[in-house]
């Protein structure tokens, strides 16, 4: 199978590199945008994918713009039987999908029709999915909506926040791209239509990881866990400093300092601290132990030694 790779980030080069190692198929090109600043330095850095390309001596296409002549001439040239697009981060046209043999497909993190858009993991922690999974699907003009090839399903656990989900959808999508091009190569592949109501998943805005300590303690820990990597979960200290919510836990009852909560409990009211471990937020229904922060300006710590560092204190207000 002669494949040519759309991608652009760490997690696509996962997928990059799971072909490029698999001797039944020829990986005959990488596409992936033109290098740009990254990091605090904004040295010029290549795409992760570019970078695996590199290690692999397989050919590397930036362009500019994925409708040009010269790029398309360039992808009919190594013939290629099957586009894959992961995490490529632009539309794939008509003109360019329509070259390979069989087409392109996609890997999305998600069992489409649900959540199609750039942020599905993110949405399904965040809407308190209990069951998500990878879907392999044929590329369309319009968004996330072309006929499945092959899906795999996975359970989300309590504990799973966005970089265990992801790990665990890079693992299945990885099964379900094989399942497709095994379905390809031997001539049995039919591309079933998107069934059910679609839902979407947009990208995150920054405003997105603002908590709003009257929702429940649920809804809060599992805007936490989703927005864990963008924007991160976050609340405004009494002095106006925000502070990142990293890790926290759902306590059922009130749980004060030394076993006493105040007698009046507000939806973003520190109650106490649990020693060695944390503090406890009141929300509109039940409470949050806030096990691990990122201080405005800060590094990663834990909740304990923040609130050690006069970071916070029982009966402060958090909004």
Not at 44 to 73: H, R, T
Not at 204 to 230: E, M, P, Q
Request: some cysteine; overall charge positive; charged content about 25%.
């Amino acid at each position: 199978m002669n494949i040519v790779f759309f991608g652009t980030s760490e997690v696509a080069a996962h997928f990059f590199e799971h072909l490029a190692d698999n001797p039944r198929h020829k990986v005959a090109a990488a596409v992936t945008p033109t290098d740009r600043p990254s990091g605090r330095g904004m040295k010029i850095c290549p795409p992760p994918v570019k970078a695996s390309a590199l290690v692999a001596g397989i050919k590397i296409y930036q362009p500019d713009s994925l409708s040009s002549a010269d790029f398309a001439d360039g992808l009919r040239a190594i013939s290629p039987d099957l586009g894959v697009v992961v995490s490529y981060g632009k539309l794939i046209p008509r003109v360019i999908f329509e070259i390979p043999r069989f087409g392109c497909v996609n890997v999305h993190f998600s069992l489409l029709p649900r959540y199609r858009g750039a942020a599905p993991i993110q949405w399904s922690l965040i809407n308190g999915e209990s069951e998500t999974g990878a879907s392999v699907f044929f590329i369309e003009e319009k968004l996330d909506a072309g006929p499945i090839a092959a899906q795999r399903r996975t359970a989300i656990a309590d504990e799973d926040d966005f970089f265990a989900l992801r790990d665990k959808l890079i693992s299945e999508g990885k099964a379900a791209l094989d399942d497709a091009i095994a379905a390809v190569e031997s001539g049995s592949l039919r591309g079933r239509p998107q069934s059910g109501e679609p839902s979407f998943a947009p990208a995150l805005k920054k405003s997105d990881g603002k908590i709003d300590w009257r929702n429940s303690a649920t809804t809060v820990r599992n805007l936490i866990r989703g927005a864990l990597r963008w924007p991160t979960a976050f609340a405004l200290l009494p002095d106006g400093r925000a502070l990142k919510i990293l890790k926290s836990e759902v306590v059922r009852v009130c749980a004060g300092s030394d076993g006493k909560c105040p007698s009046r409990v507000s939806p973003g009211m520190v109650t106490g601290m649990v020693k060695g471990e944390g503090f406890i937020v009141a929300c509109g229904e039940e409470f949050l132990k806030i096990s691990e922060v990122r201080p405005e300006n800060g590094v990663k710590m834990t909740a304990w030694a923040f609130a050690q560092g006069r970071g916070v204190k029982a009966g402060d207000a958090l909004l």
